[in-house]
């Protein structure tokens, strides 16, 4: 059975960072993701690790303030979050696929999903 199970959400202040982990179970896949779901909003893409090559991919609301990773060895994806703001406030939610794209922004093109973890972050 494959699980995505993250960690390390909760409430944080304004300006300071955050570390979200998601622990993949049962298989590996080629790339990695997190999205975000914030109240009454889309769910929306926020970053991607494709072991292929080791390339990284942002939307451009987090770029240069979040950082992305992946351990192979312990088959888990981080998610480092620098200078958080209300904005950042969501759910977030790891993702996984064998899917070869050009972009991984498409939440279609990921077929296993984790629970996702609540971010809130006060002003």
């Known amino acids: 059975q494959v699980q995505l199970v993250e960690s390390g959400g909760g409430l944080v202040q304004a300006g300071v960072s955050l570390r979200l982990s998601c622990a993949a179970s049962g298989r590996t896949f080629g790339t990695m993701a997190w999205f975000r779901q914030a109240p009454g909003k889309e769910r929306e893409f926020v970053a991607a690790a494709r072991r292929t090559g080791g390339h990284t991919y942002y939307a451009d609301s987090v770029k240069w303030r979040f950082t992305i990773s992946r351990d192979y060895a312990k088959n888990t994806v981080s998610l480092q979050m620098d200078s958080v703001t209300p904005e950042d406030a969501a759910v977030y939610y790891c993702?996984?696929?064998?899917?070869?794209?050009?972009?991984?922004?498409?939440?279609?093109?990921?077929?296993?999903w984790g629970q996702g973890t609540q971010v809130t972050v006060s002003p």
């Open positions: 993702a996984g696929t064998d899917l070869v794209a050009a972009a991984y922004d498409d939440e279609s093109l990921f077929y296993n």
